[in-house]
């Protein structure tokens, strides 16, 4: 039971930024599944984000979150995709 838990939460220390957004949009179909308007709007955040285009997935996500999205998985999200960024602009 407590396996998958704990292996996402290493894979969150040990991925790059960028493998760990992907995980991130596969987490949100499952937790946000509910809006499926939501959950079909994440292909374009994943296209962004395999097109490395941090900063219009943030705008994109920012524009299609619902309005209960949680304030952490918005954080988490920002702060991946800023170390990505840099990762791969610097």
């Known amino acids: 039971m407590w396996k998958p838990l704990i292996s996402r939460i290493w894979d969150g220390f040990v991925n790059e930024p960028h493998d760990e957004l992907l995980a991130m ?3 949100f179909r499952a937790d ?3 809006d499926l308007a939501f959950v079909k709007n994440l292909d374009t955040v994943q296209d962004l984000i395999l097109a490395y285009d941090y900063q ?3 705008e994109t996500l920012d524009k299609i979150a619902p309005y209960d ?4 998985d918005w954080e988490v ?7 990505a960024y840099y990762e791969y602009y610097e």
């Open 77 to 83: 999200f920002q702060n991946t995709a800023e170390r």
């Open 69 to 72: 999205f949680r304030d952490i």
């Open 32 to 34: 946000y599944d509910y």
């Open 25 to 27: 949009i596969d987490e």
């Open 56 to 58: 219009h997935a943030l």
